[in-house]
T-cell receptor, first 112, second 115 residues
């Protein structure tokens, strides 16, 4: 079993839809959770960064962490064609550790 | 956010040749740099971690003699793919972090195609 599982998709939604992206993990040591967006043939860029269980909101994006279930989600409201990209979840095990463990990434297409 | 650049962005080479990829932190001093490899439709896989002035730490299964990493200064790390073969064709991405930044900043990636 891989440490981080993420459905690669692809996922296609109409413009304006709410998108739900998810990852599960098996390593209880993971403490910090990130979501990255990666456009085709580009490096990933950090979208959201969370630590504790619960929700964190930033504009149209909401990151949700449930440590008891080892489950994290990213919600995108009012999705736009410019949101079309691959979304990767990533995790770090502890303070001072910079080593990221990535999910496989979910390819999202938002259709106008 | 901090900016990380990579050069070249795309390189095509013949089998058996060596290729050097540069990773630079443009507006901060990177105490740690990371090198990842990403195959099509796959996640980023960490290859090695390098701290300025010391030898890189390679992940299991990554040949240190094939993928030479040099982190000679706080703003530059290089990855040299020696005697490249077609199976080395991939997207190579670096990232950089520092004590003042509690995250990794990623470069735009280098696409390597070995013929």
């Amino acid at each position: 079993q891989k440490e981080v599982e993420q459905d690669p998709g692809p996922l296609s939604v109409p413009e304006g839809a709410i998108v739900s992206l998810n990852c599960t993990y098996s390593n209880s040591a993971f403490q910090y959770f990130m979501w990255y967006r990666q456009y085709s043939r580009k490096g990933p860029e950090l979208l959201m960064y969370t630590y504790s269980s619960g929700n964190k909101e930033d504009g149209r994006f909401t990151a949700q962490v449930d440590k008891s279930s080892k489950y994290i989600s990213l919600f995108i409201r009012d999705s736009q064609p410019s949101d079309s990209a691959t979304y990767l979840c990533a995790m770090i095990s502890g303070a001072g550790s910079y080593q990221l463990t990535f999910g496989k990434g979910t390819k999202l297409s938002v259709i106008p | 956010g901090a900016v990380v650049s990579q050069h070249p962005s795309w390189v095509i080479c013949k089998s058996g040749t060596s290729v050097k990829i540069e990773c630079r932190s443009l507006d901060f001093q990177a105490t740690t740099m990371f090198w990842y490899r990403q195959f099509p439709k796959q996640s980023l896989m960490l290859m090695a971690t390098s701290n300025e002035g010391s030898k890189a730490t390679y992940e299991q299964g990554v040949e240190k003699d094939k993928f030479l990493i040099n982190h000679a200064s706080l703003t530059l790390s290089t990855l040299t793919v020696t005697s490249a073969h077609p199976e080395d064709s991939s997207f190579y991405i670096c990232s950089a972090s520092s004590r003042q930044h509690n995250e990794q900043f990623f470069g735009p990636g280098t696409r390597l195609t070995v013929l």
